[in-house]
């Protein structure tokens, strides 16, 4: 599957999307975080590229996992890269770092 970081459809004001790039900060996130040389590979060539990226399936779980734990990437970029990846991966990408919006009680 191909994933590109370099124009990450984000949410930059309640309501208001903008293309970010965010390819090297996440790639090198990622990789001080994994003790996977695959995975590690794949983050080299994120930081390296200017475009897409391919990325083995094996790699996408454990990705997006490092993803939603990480301190250090905000919240919309974490939702940005999921629904990037979820649209694209054959496989179903279930998190929960990031939980849906809670319904409001009824009175």
Same mark, same amino acid.
Request: charged share 40%; proline share 0%.
């Given at each position: 599957?191909? %994933?590109d970081l370099t124009k990450l459809n984000t949410e930059v004001r309640f309501g208001e999307f903008a293309p970010i790039n965010c390819a090297k900060f996440v790639s090198n996130e990622i990789m001080g975080m994994t &003790? &996977? /040389?695959e995975l590690e590979e794949v983050c080299r060539a994120i930081h390296d590229t200017d475009g +897409? $990226? +391919?990325m083995p399936e094996e790699? $996408?779980?454990p990705f997006l +996992? /490092? $993803?939603m %734990?990480?301190?250090s990437i905000l919240a919309r970029v974490k939702r940005a890269i999921k629904e990037q990846l979820d649209s694209t991966s054959n496989l179903t990408l279930k998190s929960t770092m990031i939980a849906p919006p !809670? !319904? !409001?009680a009824k009175n």
């Open positions: 599957m191909k %994933i &003790s &996977s /040389l +897409e $990226v +391919e790699q $996408v779980a +996992e /490092l $993803v %734990i990480s301190d !809670k !319904k !409001k």
